[in-house]
């Protein structure tokens, strides 16, 4: 029990790198501490693409099931957020292919978002880039959410999404310029 | 300095890549012209508002149906690919052999009719590997005959027949 404690704590404490490095030796409290670090996170963004809470549960499920298995694939030279955001979009794509004559990610109905109440001060700002960014084409708010609300370089949302760093860019700042047009009065933009 | 030139280079700047330089004279742009100013201001707000972003949650079982998906699902490898598959090749296997016996015991064991043709020079001129065939060939011209047993290779090897 008391090994079992100084394990857990030691799991805490480790970075991605290490953590991923446990996996490939088969630990599953390793397994399970990057589950609890990653699981909100890619949920958040998952959920903000397909806008369906069941689609973005089971992307989730599928991608947790792929870095297990495949954590001996992962090489060091990437990042781990960036192989687990590969995995969970590559996911993504993959149930949307199987999905297309019934699911759009451009016309998808939305779902309440489970978070917590928002702060009345900011509350309203919030809803309104939620919406704004729920209308974006799905290609700009898949770049948009990696750049602005994960924090991903280009060279990474690049990697994630499969396309030229150019391209990433270009998605970001359409996708902003988009949002700017919506929410300028609300935002304090003038026109562009 | 103008506003293209600063609206050309806004996102770049938003971004921190900009030189030292461009920066110097983006932000003494930005000091003297409003416009530029709410717009960068603008795009700066949604930025923040976006890391701000509520993080949201899957259901509360989700890591207990991952972790039952988890045991439930062996892990995949090339090994236990071929492993589930080995009813499949423990069935195709005597299939196979059975069906390589068939087929060369019909080729080899059938003998082949011989055949009388006419003798054409290919045939004569024909320089065979096989001793046998070259005698076959030789005993016929010299029994005077214009015609010339043709033996199939295989049927021939067959001292049987």
Redesign the interface.
Known sequence: MRKDNRIRKDVKECNDEELMELIKNGDTTAFDQMVKRYKNKLFSTLYRITRNNDTAEDILQETFIKVFRKCRLYKPAYKVSTWIYTIALNEMRSYMRKQKPTVSLDAMPTFALTSDPPNPQDGLLKIKLEQAIEALPADYRSAFLLREVDGFPYEDIANIIKCPIGTAKSRVNRARLMLKEKLGKFFGGGNR | MNCHWV?EKI?PYL?GEVTAEERGKIEAHLASC???A??L???K???T???????????DY??M??KR??QV?P??SVWSFLWKRRLAWAAALPVLVILSFIIFRSSSSKPMPSLQVEADYYYLETESESPDIQYVVEKELSNGSNQVLIVPVLSYADKSY
């Open positions: 609206k996102f971004d409003q416009s530029c709410e717009e201001a603008c795009f707000n949604i930025r508002t976006a890391h701000t972003l509520d993080e949201l949650k899957p259901s989700f890591e149906r991952l998906r988890l699902t892990k995949s």
